[in-house]
């Protein structure tokens, strides 16, 4: 019994900690975020080499994601609270038709963009290597939250942990917070 117990116990503590870093790491740090050019449901043409200069927000959500849907009236109040400060929010829609998101987001009335990746193509290169091998790549990063600074590299990338679902965006609003009292690069 002891014997066992000797041999479990090193899996019983190392484990979780390992599940822990796991979902605490960002990952993409520090490297340059992928490019895309994406049609906005207001008919506009949105390029991320556009924004360089500003700091951007980018939230990957689908109308059928709950965690997306609880985080839609946090995003739309960090909008109006960082759109001073030169910050740029989008929602870019992973792999639905326009019909249905502007039927979706009609009840969030978001003054902010939400962009269509209708095949996915976007989402997928956002898509960390790794990270949740089960999944199709478009659909790992939904619900997920990054930051891209002014030289557009990612320096903040939330994927969704359910275990620790920030629907307010305290992180986000951290790292902007962070990111705009720190001296010029």
């Known amino acids: 019994m002891i014997s066992i117990l000797k041999s479990i116990i090193p899996f019983l503590v190392l484990f979780p900690l390992t599940v822990l870093k796991a979902q605490t790491e960002q990952p993409m740090i520090g490297q340059a975020a992928p490019s895309f050019t994406l049609h906005g449901l207001d008919g506009k043409i949105y390029s991320l080499e556009q924004l360089r200069g500003k700091f951007v927000v980018i939230h990957f959500a689908a109308t059928w994601c709950p965690f997306c849907n609880a985080e839609a009236p946090n995003l739309e109040q960090l909008y109006k609270d960082y759109k001073i400060k030169d910050v740029q929010v989008f929602i870019i829609d992973v792999k639905e038709s326009k019909e249905l998101v502007i039927k979706s987001s009609q009840r969030f009335n978001f003054s902010f963009p939400i962009l269509l990746d209708e095949d ?33 590299k990612i320096c903040f990338y939330s994927l969704l942990n359910t275990a620790s679902f920030d629907a307010k965006l305290t992180k986000v609003k951290q790292g902007l917070d962070e990111l705009l009292i720190a001296p010029e690069r």
Do not use: H
Request: glycine share 10%; aromatic share 4%.
């Open 120 to 152: 996915g193509k976007v989402s997928a290169k956002y898509a960390p290597t790794g990270v949740q091998p089960d999944l199709s790549r478009d659909e790992v990063p939904l619900a997920s939250n990054l930051i891209i600074d002014k030289e557009g």
